[in-house]
């Protein structure tokens, strides 16, 4: 739920006389903890525009297959940069989530509920259920009303370049959708010499290089999302979406003008590009050859 907000959080934790490598690490840590949560976060915008161009998957299936791709990857944090491993360190971790576990997951299964009972599609859902739970929130606790419409009145301020963003991302894909390249061109050959195992790799690699190389992974997505819908290509909506949310988060975590990696260069006192460019990279391999093997099977199960 918190998005950028995890950078605040963090960075608070970190002492003031952190070392530079301390710093260092534990912003990168937490590039990886909050954008690997766009696998399954229906608060991300890629999940909103994913939606907007596969709006027939259930949500629930977003939230198990990406939950539990999402705890892969958390997996292989672990294993690629704990140093040294042991288990009462990762029970420690884990122990740090006692607090909001419940609330948390309470939410996500309102959010899932009212997508499946009310006649709204799954954003409908999340504007349905999580004003009332701040409502009931709010209520009970009026001593934080004031802070909160503070803090919401100065984030709604900046919200400039995300929605700039979007605008162009959904323009781009609109025109994508209809332009002759891709309709008569790009689409027509990704039919012809594109194997299905291949259009998840491309989507997700293509917006994470493009995002090293400063382009927003989400107008890579737009327009790769709208060559593959229109190619005729045996791909199932599921994969597709996941493929492209992958994409976002994991090309959001490795670029330079991605808000994410500015806000944590802000709140952990590092230059942007030293977060940008370095082990959050392998991390996006790793986990990328894992996510386009397990979509690639699912795939190939979903179309028989």
């Keep these: 739920?918190?998005?950028?907000?995890?950078?605040?959080?963090?960075?608070?934790?970190?002492?003031?006389?952190?070392?530079?490598?301390?710093?260092?690490?534990?912003?990168?840590?937490?590039?990886?903890?909050?954008?690997?949560?766009?696998?399954?976060?229906?608060?991300?915008?890629?999940?909103?525009?994913?939606?907007?161009?596969?709006?027939?998957?259930?949500?629930?299936?977003?939230?198990?297959?990406?939950?539990?791709?999402?705890?892969?990857?958390?997996?292989?944090?672990?294993?690629?940069?704990?140093?040294?491993?042991?288990?009462?360190?990762?029970?420690?971790?884990?122990?740090?989530?006692?607090p909001v576990a419940a609330p948390m997951g309470g939410a996500a299964l309102l959010v899932v509920l009212a997508s499946q009972v009310l006649p709204v599609s799954t954003l409908g859902a999340v504007l349905v259920v999580m004003?009332?739970?701040?409502?009931?929130?709010?209520?009970?606790?009026?001593?934080?009303?004031?802070?909160?419409?503070?803090?919401?009145?100065?984030?709604?301020?900046?919200?400039?370049?995300?929605?700039?963003?979007?605008?162009?991302?959904?323009?781009l894909g609109t025109l994508a959708e209809t332009a002759p390249p891709i309709r008569d061109v790009a689409a027509p050959w990704i039919a012809a010499h594109m194997p299905p195992w291949a259009a998840f790799g491309a989507t997700s690699g293509s917006m994470v290089l493009l995002a090293i190389a400063g382009l927003h992974p989400m107008i890579t997505g737009t327009v790769m999302m709208a060559a593959l819908a229109g190619s005729g290509l045996a791909i199932a909506d599921l994969p597709l979406m996941l493929a492209m949310m992958f994409g976002w988060g994991m090309g959001a975590m490795n670029s330079i003008s991605s808000l994410s990696v500015v806000t944590a260069g802000q709140m952990f006192r590092l230059p942007p590009l030293t977060l940008a460019i370095g082990p959050n990279l392998l991390y996006a391999l790793v986990f990328g050859l894992l996510t386009t093997a397990v979509l690639t099977a699912l795939n190939a199960w979903l179309m028989g």
């Design 1 to 98: 739920m918190l998005n950028t907000g995890a950078f605040a959080l963090m960075g608070a934790v970190v002492p003031d006389n952190a070392t530079e490598f301390d710093r260092r690490s534990a912003a990168l840590s937490t590039l990886r903890g909050m954008n690997t949560v766009a696998l399954y976060s229906p608060f991300f915008v890629g999940f909103a525009v994913a939606y907007t161009y596969l709006p027939d998957v259930p949500v629930w299936q977003v939230f198990s297959l990406g939950g539990a791709l999402a705890a892969a990857g958390l997996a292989i944090a672990l294993l690629l940069f704990a140093r040294p491993l042991t288990w009462e360190g990762v029970r420690a971790g884990l122990g740090c989530l006692g």
């Design 131 to 171: 004003p009332m739970l701040a409502a009931i929130h709010l209520a009970t606790r009026p001593h934080r009303i004031q802070p909160v419409l503070g803090e919401t009145r100065d984030a709604m301020a900046r919200l400039g370049d995300d929605i700039a963003i979007i605008s162009a991302a959904m323009i």
